[in-house]
């Protein structure tokens, strides 16, 4: 991460990352793309049950609320 943010010259890779989308005119939201606000909690759940190595565990709920802020282009 902090190479992106020396690379962008941002505080934070997430917000430095998702300011350059948004002057580059890219979608910022999950809705942008076609997805539909329906299958977030599907999208999550595949999320949280697919057996993958991470250092954390991943866990529904923040998951479906990371998936909620993307589908609204909330700024992280």
């Known amino acids: 991460m902090r190479r992106i943010e020396r690379a962008i010259g941002a505080p934070d890779a ?3 990352i998702f300011d350059l989308e948004k ?7 999950l809705a942008d793309i076609g997805m539909k606000e ?10 949280t ?4 190595p991470n250092p954390r565990k991943v866990e529904y709920m923040p998951v479906l609320e990371l998936l ?7 700024r992280p």
Do not use: C, F, M
């Open 68 to 74: 909620r802020n993307a589908y609204g282009g909330n």
């Open 14 to 16: 997430a917000t430095g």
């Open 38 to 47: 329906a299958d977030l909690e599907r999208a999550a759940r595949i999320a």
């Open 23 to 29: 002057k580059l005119g890219l979608p910022l939201r």
């Open 49 to 52: 049950e697919a057996p993958y």
